[in-house]
């Protein structure tokens, strides 16, 4: 292995590895030979990812079955199968965090408390373990795993959802939380709730100084009364009056972990939200970290940083990859404003590229991923034409929306407008010393009152906005241009709708071929279309082929034969002519020379092409027997 690759001889020197390198550098793969060898000497890993479903493809289904024996997925209770309560649970932890002792009676079949109780016993043995889990999960695990210290690896996962938790809360809660702590003798709680209003951190750590012992027992209290009633009375009824607790939690983990606490009041007018608190976990400084992710983000480097300043930072960028190719419609940065204008045609012209891609797609029983806001999804798509279409909305905010395998077969992909995070996004410890002065903030409020179009005002400046755009826009072009470890390479085509400048940030991660157009104008729109049919042939013709031929060969293990011409033309028309039944007849001549042959049909004995299985005689209905065609010529 090279040794800027291998991670074992790095961590000796240096404890944390960022490896950043382009989309295809083989980062997963490293990973899996390191805890190939790192099990074998019987040491302990705790892999990190977005989902479990990712976990199993990416790693779990890769590993020696040595690796797999030793292999535990730790999932949460509220996922299918772990907890009998996990629907009741899902829903409670809307409102609080409740302990992870639930006392429900079904401790002896709980596949929960049995993951735990294995780490525990296998991580007494002293032999090497592997935990799968997913960042929510990550201090848990490391708490059931005391007797070593685990490396730790975070694959393809925003830091700050590592290391960094976070609550907004919206108006009138922190008032409806005081009441209720108050009401329900829960004093710490409610003043512990008042010093946070007032964003007194030195006040809630003094308090827990003091009296740190009654707050624990206010929290267990609290757990009481929300965890060991009737679980109908609390879910169904309780809910509709509760307060959201999850403050407190945050609070009470943060000040027991040491952890840093900032609070911050909203900067922009009418945000919705009266706090926003974050905890940032440093205890990861104590472990050896392996941090995989080419969609590098100044977030996430500032949250490194909080770590460790010295990390041994692996980056390559991509070479030339003329099978990725990106059309970008750049006449505008087609914000979600603009997009759910109600005057403007744009979606229209949306739709109708997804509708010439849609007969291809149906073809191939597969789906053209849609990327957009989901405002704009909601407003403009969700009801129109697009739905006759064979597409899959994905939003560009949601918990998935990051740059995974999860597309990995997807040969095209649509990205509608540029991806601005909101305004109170850049409220958080990564940006606040871009904050504009409050007197700026002001300025663009009573300027914006003039205005028909109300701009939205964000805290930091355009530049800033548009960075973290950038960044944003090439994770979601990242989850399409990734290509497998095995199997033929493939063309992939993302069409862009967006005029930010990502060209050269988009060939370091993945060597694409970025063309730009406009559409606005008749002869402008031609050349897209142009284009567009071209890379369509490329991207597309070979999956269909691949299929036509898959479908004979299906055929025929049921039928005696299958009549070339009348497939061809039943293909073509299934297609709406996109590809004609000659060209059809000769891929499937080209691909299946061998299986080609003459057969007499009628009163005449006219001979027709057919398809079977070679090295069979092939009979008409009188059992004349036929011989294969030796060459197909002039065909």
């Known amino acids: 292995m090279d040794d800027q690759r291998d ?29 190939e060898g790192q099990t074998r000497k019987q040491r302990n890993v705790i892999v990190i990812m977005q989902s479990y479903d990712i976990l199993e493809v990416a790693y779990l289904n890769k590993f020696s079955s040595l690796v797999k024996s030793r292999t535990i997925i730790l999932k949460g209770r509220t996922q299918d199968g772990v907890c009998d309560f996990a629907k009741a649970l899902s829903k409670f932890y809307e409102y609080t965090i409740p302990k992870v002792e639930c006392n429900c009676g079904h401790e002896t079949n709980c596949q929960y408390k049995e993951n735990i109780e294995r780490i525990s016993d296998s991580d007494s043995t002293g032999y090497g373990i592997v935990i799968l889990t997913t960042p929510k999960l990550l201090y848990y ?57 007032k964003q007194d951190i030195s006040g809630i750590r003094s308090l827990y100084n003091c009296y740190n012992t009654s707050i624990k027992d206010e929290f267990d209290r609290l757990n009481n009364i929300l965890l060991h009633q009737d679980f109908a009375s609390v879910f169904n009824a309780s809910t509709k009056i509760l307060p959201k607790f999850h403050i407190l939690h945050l609070i009470d983990n943060a000040i027991n972990g040491n952890e840093d606490i900032q609070l911050y009041e909203p900067q922009i007018p009418n945000t919705g939200f009266e706090l926003k608190i974050f905890s940032i976990n440093r205890s990861l400084s104590n472990y ?57 045609k744009f979606a229209d012209k949306v739709i109708e590229i ?73 409220i958080s410890p990564p940006f606040e010393l871009e904050w504009k002065p409050s007197s700026d903030i002001i300025k663009e409020v009573e300027d914006n009152k003039t205005k028909p179009y109300k701009n939205p005002i964000y805290p930091v400046n355009r530049e800033i906005s548009d960075n973290c755009a950038i960044e944003h826009l090439i994770q979601v072009v990242g989850r399409t241009f990734r290509k497998k470890n095995n199997g033929p390479e493939r063309k992939k085509l993302v069409i862009l709708f967006s005029n930010l400048d990502i060209k050269n940030a988009l060939f370091q991660q993945n060597g694409c071929e970025y063309l730009s157009f406009k559409i606005r104008s008749q002869t402008s729109r031609n050349g897209f279309y142009t284009q567009l049919e071209r890379e369509i042939k490329k991207v597309l013709f070979p999956l269909i082929f691949d299929k036509i031929i898959d479908d004979i060969k299906i055929r025929l293990e049921s039928d005696d034969h299958v009549k070339l011409y009348e497939y061809c033309v039943e293909v073509s ?63």
Request: aromatic share 10%; net charge negative.
């Open 288 to 344: 050896s970290l392996i941090y995989l992710n080419a969609s590098r983000t100044s977030e996430d480097d500032f949250y490194l940083n909080r770590i460790d300043k010295h990390w041994y930072k692996i980056e390559t960028d991509a070479t030339p990859n003329p099978n990725f190719v990106l059309l970008a419609i750049n006449d505008a940065s087609y914000s979600q404003a603009t997009i759910c204008d109600h005057n403007s």
């Open 141 to 197: 695990a490391l708490s059931i795993i005391d007797s070593s210290i685990p490396t730790i690896i975070i694959d393809d996962v925003p830091f700050s959802e590592v290391v960094c938790n976070n609550v907004n809360i919206l108006n009138g809660n922190l008032d409806h939380l005081i009441q209720y702590c108050n009401d329900n003798n829960l004093p710490n709680l409610s003043t512990i709730s008042t010093l946070a209003k």
């Open 354 to 426: 997804v509708e010439q891609l849609d007969i291809y797609f149906k073809f191939l029983n597969q789906e053209v991923i849609f990327f957009t806001h989901s405002r704009s999804y909601d407003e403009k798509f969700s009801n129109s034409r697009l739905n006759r279409t064979n597409h899959k909305f994905v939003p560009f905010r949601s918990d998935k929306s990051k740059a995974t395998n999860e597309f990995i077969d997807t040969p095209i992909s649509v990205i509608v407008g540029t991806p601005y995070l909101p305004p109170d996004y850049f």
């Open 7 to 35: 991670y074992e001889k790095i961590l000796i020197s240096h404890p944390k590895i960022y490896n950043s390198s382009h989309t295809g550098g083989n980062k997963t793969t490293r990973a899996i030979q390191f805890i």
């Open 573 to 635: 028309k299934q297609l709406d002519g996109k590809i004609g039944f000659k060209t059809i007849e000769r891929e499937i001549k080209s691909r299946l020379h061998d299986y080609i042959q003459k057969m007499p049909v009628g009163f005449n004995n006219r001979n027709i092409l057919v398809i079977k299985k070679p090295n069979l005689p092939c009979f008409d209905d009188n059992d004349t027997i036929l011989k294969p065609i030796q060459s197909l010529e002039g065909e």
